[in-house]
């Protein structure tokens, strides 16, 4: 009897893919660029083909495939929804031709979620009961792991931290709504905030660092380390919106732990402490007993969420067979 799984982890960048053992040991990885005018058959044999390199350099067969897609996911149809950022991902079926192919059982899952559940079981999460985690990156996602399961919700749209509206005079956000945290806070939004001092003429340090270029996220952060009040302000800011967002999470579901990972945490205590400053200003009662942990699953976090998910609904359906014999 095997115990490992294989998880793929479909970025817009990076298709990744390896073994995973039951306690999070990771093996046989491989890596190929997402491809960038794929036809959603192409697309779908790349990953295939990804999938069947792992199979084949494997000594044992895997009980199981989970994909992390980075978009809206209908788990139960096995269908990505839409993912903007991975071309030919708008209402394709992966789980039929991947498990077909492959000879296993193949689930999908959105990746924040996924995410989450990676850090519950492997990660920073460990330990917790209840357990949110929310990805500060280029946007802002986030899962919910409740009484050790992954909370889906009625439409699988559960965890949506980054559309939680924190500002209805903020800029529109790409999901439509007004000052979403996304659109407040997130790798995107910084990088507006950037681009607005240097168009304002608030941040020479800024604008002298540029040239010519946009800034990102990234430059607003070196541009506050290098002494510019502004861009310190902003990401103060950010963090301080960011708090009061997890804190409104925090109250409602009052959760043990709560997880982040993402680029944005390179900016360390200039975000984090005004984050969790107003984070436990608004707590309420017992929610103010909420942790705040990062992640310690780095560059692993979505290989290790997707083999989560799979151990996880693997260990659904074994227990549904258990169940008809009641
Ligand atoms: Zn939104």
Redesign the pocket.
């Known amino acids: 009897m095997t115990n490992t799984v294989i998880a793929a982890d479909i970025g817009g960048t990076n298709l990744r893919a390896a073994l995973v053992a039951v306690d999070g040991t990771l093996s046989q990885r491989r890596q190929v660029p997402t491809p960038k005018s794929a036809t959603p058959d192409g697309i779908v044999q790349e990953i295939v083909g990804l999938l069947r390199a792992v199979v084949e350099a494997a000594d044992e067969t895997a009980l199981g495939v989970c994909l992390a897609v980075p978009g809206l996911i209908n788990g139960d149809a096995g269908t990505v929804v839409i993912a903007p950022n991975v071309p030919g991902f708008r209402n394709l079926n992966l789980t039929t031709p991947v498990s077909g192919a492959l000879g296993i059982p193949c689930f999908i899952e959105n990746d924040a979620s996924a995410a989450a559940l990676g850090e519950f079981r492997f990660g920073a999460g460990r330990g917790a009961r209840n357990l949110v985690h929310a990805t500060l990156g280029t946007g802002i996602g986030g899962g919910i792991v409740i009484e050790g399961r992954l909370y889906r919700g009625s439409k699988g749209l559960a965890g949506e931290i ?2 939680v509206v924190i500002d209805p005079t903020g800029p529109v ?3 439509g ?1 007004r000052g ?1 945290l ?2 407040m806070v997130s790798g995107v939004a910084f990088a507006a905030r950037a681009k607005r001092l240097i168009s304002l003429e608030r941040s020479p340090i800024l604008k002298e660092m540029m040239g010519d270029r946009d800034p990102s996220s990234t430059d607003l952060f070196a541009a506050a380390q290098a002494g510019c009040q502004h861009a310190m302000a902003e990401i103060q800011n950010g963090g301080h919106l960011l708090g009061l967002a997890l804190g409104g999470v925090s109250n409602v579901l009052n959760p043990d732990a709560i997880t982040l990972s993402g680029g944005l945490l390179a900016m360390g205590e200039m975000l984090l402490e005004p984050m969790r400053k107003a984070m436990f200003s608004i707590a309420y009662g017992p929610a103010s007993g909420t942790i705040v942990r990062l992640s310690t699953l780095g560059d692993d976090a979505g290989l290790l969420g997707a083999a989560a998910v799979c151990f996880e609904r693997l260990g659904e359906e074994s227990s549904s067979e258990v169940l008809k014999f009641w």
Do not use: P
Request: proline fraction near 0%; charged fraction near 10%; include cysteine.
């Open positions: 980054g559309h956000c790409n999901c709504s979403c996304e659109a």
